[in-house]
């Protein structure tokens, strides 16, 4: 059969077998699949005059497109209108942006949303009284860097209902000052108080917001995510899945999705007998339906993950009684309750697991559900694991969902916080890949930014371009190799979503690749160098040409 499209001209890393780059000269395409890939003579013989060429530079190389296996997809569309906070380095900084924002909505009644602050960063915890500085009278309700603490004005508790009467809720704390009124911070499961209130976005606005930002994924490399569901109190499926499905069927979804679900959608999902994997749109379309996303504990930063051991204390910032160890946001009965029933129902769950505590539970939870579903059973972040649990998961078929680029500002506040564990038991990459664990890489975009080639880096480095020259490795034993990172963000992400027929450039898989500059692989790898700073001058789709440069 003649080939369609014939790739050829320098190096290709087909990622073929277990290990390995599996270096090809050239790869033939044909139906939007790899019909061949191998030596270009070999390849030649199969082309003819119709065939569409696409010929390497001498300093480019090809490489399957990359898999995001945890970002916020229709949240972090949402995000691109809202207030962005991660670039302030003060919280004068951060309040000057709010003003402008409130300055600019004609409309007083309009909430103000946004994202992006970090009490570490900013050397302090906000308040409802600098918010009214900035915007007085004006319900506003603003994410942390990690989307686990929410800062609110003294409106939208008004609103909601929040006053020094109101006891924390379960998973959940709201910050009280030392007159025991609430100081405007309200941590996991209280910040539900609030956002309960934020009128929800309408259809059509999720579903622009979703195109335009895997557009924007797109020049980046990235042909499929994993989003693991919306940050507030949804109705049946929720809006996000709805607008997935809706561009699935009119054919604008520009990626592959596979979208999770929140305990309180499970009964809606398990109704329908929607099982994972299942099409939210057309069969063969883009949308999938995922995993049921579980909360275990809350983050580092915000002081919640629950730990084995207490947190190292800090001078001058106590921390609630009780919360020593960080505070579960959901029992680990619960948990596992949940999971065994989404399993039950042919659902796959994803727990977030920040904490060794937390990690060790949700492993205890997840043990029984594997094999019993389409996908595998994943931990999602794993920041912190104790090395008698780094066995487990190859053991009983259960994933680790990772985000290197976390590290790039964990790194300082997990040394504090954690102290010795953080570099020995932090963020363990290579001791899972050692256990034959399969370790899928992601951004958790919003939090941190769309972008996967500085998690590649810091995944092979742990150290970050951005960092004061000199400084050391974070837990350097945990270093990956360049391939493994490779294999984390093209192949794993496909392997635990059961599409044996992604990631790799060989016969018989989709033909999703991107052409990038060679020098980005290129040893060694120098923090913040052309790894991290790597851009696609070509990204294909199922054979087709998606974006070039």
């Known amino acids: 059969m003649p080939l369609d499209m014939l790739v050829t001209g320098g190096r290709i890393a087909t990622l073929a077998g277990d290990r390995g780059f599996g270096w090809v000269e050239a790869v033939g395409i044909t139906g939007g699949r790899v019909a061949f890939a191998g030596t270009a003579i070999e390849l030649e013989t199969r082309a003819d005059p119709h065939t569409f060429r696409i010929e390497l530079d001498p300093d480019e190389v090809a490489i399957p497109g990359l898999t995001d296996a945890h970002l916020h997809l229709a949240e972090g569309g949402m995000a691109l209108d809202r207030i962005d906070l991660a670039s302030t380095a003060t919280i004068d900084d951060g309040l000057a942006l709010i003003a402008a924002a409130h300055e600019a909505t004609a409309d007083g009644e309009a909430w103000l949303e946004g994202h992006g602050w970090h009490n570490d960063r900013w050397g302090v915890w906000p308040t409802a009284a600098d918010l009214e500085r ?17 800062w609110v004005s003294r409106r939208a508790m008004e609103i909601a209902g929040i006053d020094a009467d109101r006891g924390d809720p379960a998973g959940g704390i709201i910050r009280h000052d030392a007159g025991g009124a609430p100081t405007g911070v309200l941590h996991e499961a209280a ?5 309960d209130h934020v009128p929800a976005a309408s259809a059509e606005q999720y579903e622009g917001a979703i195109a335009r930002l895997a557009r924007d994924l797109i020049r980046l490399g990235v042909v499929a995510v994993h989003d693991p569901g919306a940050l507030s109190l949804q109705e049946g499926l929720g809006r996000a ?44 379309g883009r949308a999938r339906f995922g995993w049921l996303k579980l909360f275990a504990d809350g983050t580092l930063a915000s002081r919640t993950a629950a730990l084995l051991d207490p947190i190292e204390p800090e001078a001058g910032r106590p921390l609630p009684p009780g919360t020593e160890r960080g505070i579960w946001l959901t029992e680990p009965d619960d948990v596992a309750a949940f999971a065994k029933q989404a399993a039950a129902a042919g659902i796959a769950t994803q727990i977030h697991a920040i904490g060794d505590r937390s990690c060790r539970a949700s492993l205890d939870a997840l043990e029984g559900t594997a094999g019993r579903t389409a996908l595998m059973p994943r931990l999602e972040h794993v920041q912190l694991l104790h090395p008698d649990d ?17 590290v790039r500002a964990d790194a300082p506040i997990a040394r504090s916080l954690w102290g010795d564990r953080a570099e020995t038991r932090g963020y363990p990459m290579r001791s899972l890949l050692e256990a034959d664990a399969v370790v899928a890489f992601g951004t958790d975009a919003p939090v941190e930014p769309i972008d996967p080639w500085p998690g590649l880096s810091m995944a092979v480095t742990r150290i970050d371009g951005s960092w004061p020259a000199g400084s050391e490795a974070f837990g350097a034993d945990e270093r990956v190799t360049l391939e493994q990172a490779l294999r984390a963000a093209c192949v794993a992400p496909a392997v635990t979503a059961a599409e044996t027929d992604r990631g790799r450039l060989i016969p018989g898989q989709r033909a999703d690749l991107l052409v990038i500059p060679a020098e980005a692989l290129v040893h060694p790898i120098e923090p913040g160098g052309a790894l991290a700073t790597a851009r696609p001058r070509l990204v294909m789709i199922d054979g087709e040409i998606a974006f070039e440069s």
């Open 241 to 284: 899945i709805a607008a997935y499905g809706v561009l699935d069927e009119r054919g604008d979804l520009p990626i592959r999705v596979h979208a999770s679900i929140r305990s309180e959608q499970l009964a809606t999902a398990a109704g329908l007998e929607l099982r994972s994997g299942d099409p939210l749109g057309p069969p063969g």
């Open 134 to 150: 900035a915007a007085p009278g004006r319900a506003v309700a603003l994410w942390a860097h990690d989307h686990h603490a929410l």
């Open 191 to 195: 910040a539900r108080i609030v956002t």
């Open 390 to 406: 780094r066995a487990r998961f190859a053991r009983a078929g259960i994933a680790a969902s990772i985000q290197p680029i976390h």
